[in-house]
C-alpha cells in the first residue's frame, strides 16, 4: 500500500514570493508522484506528474517539482505566486502498474496581496 | 477539448434513499474512476473500470455498486444512504492506466438530510 503526507495543512504566502509545499510518500514498490490543484467547487486538475527520467518536473502556471527517491519526496515549487494560485493542492501517488491514485490531506495555498 | 461530464452537479436525498450518479468519460478513455471526497477531506478512491470490468476497488462500501456500460459512460448506484454518506464524488477518466493522467470531472456534490 501507499501512502502520501503533506506536511502543511495551510500555506500563507505573499504575492510575488515563492512558495513550496511538501510531499513525502511511502510504499513498497515504484510508483507514480502527481500534483492537482482544486479551486473551490470545482474538480481536480492535473498539474505536473513524475513517472519517470529526470527528477525535475515541469508543469503548468510556472509549478515544479522535484522527484527525491532518497528522501521520498516530492516537493511542489513555484518562484513568484499570483492572487490566482490561491487553492487547495494535493499530492498523490499511484503504484507502478496499478490504477488508483492515493492522495495526501491537501495543502491550502492562501495568497495574500 | 471534451471534458468529463458527471450528472446531476447535485443532489439531495433523505436518509435511506437510493442514488444514482452518471459519468460520461472523455471520448476514447477507457478507464473510469470513481472518488469520494468528504468535507475537508481528501479524495479516497471507491473503484475503478477498465474496458468495462471492474480494475479496481478501493473503500467502497457493499451499499454501493459501480458499472461501466458499453458506451463506457459509467454509473455509481448508492443505496440505504446515510448522513455519513455526504460528500462531493468524483469521477475520473484515463486512456489505460499505469501512470496516465487522470481527468477528473467537477463532481457531483451528494447531501443526504
Known amino acids: 500500500a501507499q501512502s502520501v503526507t503533506q506536511l502543511d495543512s495551510q500555506v500563507p504566502v505573499f504575492e510575488e514570493a515563492p512558495v513550496e509545499l511538501r510531499c513525502n510518500y511511502s510504499?513498497?514498490?515504484?510508483?507514480?508522484l502527481f500534483w492537482y490543484v482544486q479551486y473551490p467547487n470545482q474538480g481536480l486538475q492535473l498539474l505536473l506528474k513524475?513517472?519517470?527520467?529526470?527528477?525535475l518536473v515541469k508543469g503548468i502556471n510556472g509549478f515544479e517539482a522535484e522527484f527525491n527517491k532518497s528522501q521520498t519526496s516530492f516537493h511542489l515549487r513555484k518562484p513568484s505566486v499570483h492572487i490566482s494560485d490561491t487553492a487547495e493542492y494535493f499530492c498523490a501517488v499511484s503504484a507502478a502498474g496499478r490504477r488508483a491514485l492515493t492522495f495526501g490531506s491537501g495543502t491550502r495555498l492562501q495568497v495574500q496581496p | 477539448a471534451a471534458g468529463v461530464i458527471q450528472s446531476p452537479r447535485h443532489l439531495i436525498k433523505e436518509k435511506r434513499e437510493t442514488a444514482t450518479l452518471k459519468c460520461y468519460p472523455i471520448p476514447r478513455h477507457d478507464t473510469v474512476y470513481w472518488y469520494q471526497q468528504g468535507p475537508g477531506q481528501d479524495p479516497q478512491f471507491l473503484i475503478s473500470f477498465y474496458e468495462k470490468m471492474q480494475s479496481d476497488k478501493g473503500s467502497i462500501p457493499d451499499r454501493f455498486s459501480a458499472q461501466q456500460f458499453s458506451d463506457y459512460h459509467s454509473e455509481l448506484n448508492m443505496s440505504s444512504l446515510e448522513l455519513g454518506d455526504s460528500a462531493l464524488y468524483f469521477c475520473?477518466?484515463?486512456?489505460?492506466?499505469?501512470?496516465?493522467?487522470?481527468?477528473f470531472g467537477p463532481g457531483t456534490r451528494l447531501l443526504v438530510l
Open positions: 475520473a477518466s484515463s486512456l489505460g492506466g499505469g501512470g496516465e493522467t487522470q481527468y
Open positions: 513524475y513517472l519517470s527520467g529526470s527528477t
Open positions: 510504499s513498497s514498490v515504484s510508483v507514480y
